[in-house]
């Protein structure tokens, strides 16, 4: 359900980690805690805080407290920085995966396209290597260079970008 008023997902209503698996490539570690840390925090400390503040401000007093507003202030200026290097993050990296599609697209023979993919799953198996202690699914996402569904799911639908429109036929 969702509020009708402001057409926010009621936090009843929310399923962790159903809308973290609702976008593409959280299942790498560290974008999908990024994620994760984002929501856990809106649904959990800013909206609770938000709702105060409107308690507080349609209240007898016309006002907020000094106390209600330092929180909620601080809290969602580091919310923002979060979502913001969340953002960041996955866009270079769908544009970096979108970059492998279309130099794999400029390749014409099955041989230069297995060797251009063996190229590239090398370079992120050696990056791979320097982590010990999570998974790494970078490379499953490198190895879904070609896959239009998977594209498609990379791109935002309307973006400019014709990379991006050509997406899903």
Known sequence: MTDEKQGKVLPQDFTLYRWVGSIPMTDDVYLGMQAQNIAIIDMTMLR????????EFFSD?????????SKLSALSQMWVFALYEFLRTWR????????????????????ERTAYME????????????IKFA??????????????EFRWRLCIRGHPDARCRSGRS
């Open 48 to 55: 609770p805080l938000e709702e105060m503040a409107l308690d």
């Open 61 to 69: 007093a016309d006002r907020v407290s000094g106390p209600t507003l």
């Open 92 to 111: 270079q990296r769908a544009r970096t995966l979108i970059r492998f599609e279309d130099e794999l697209a400029k390749r014409t023979t099955d041989e």
């Open 119 to 130: 190229e590239i799953t090398d370079g992120v198996t050696s990056k791979a290597r320097l």
């Open 135 to 148: 998974p790494v699914f970078y490379r499953d996402h490198v190895a879904k260079v070609g896959d239009r």
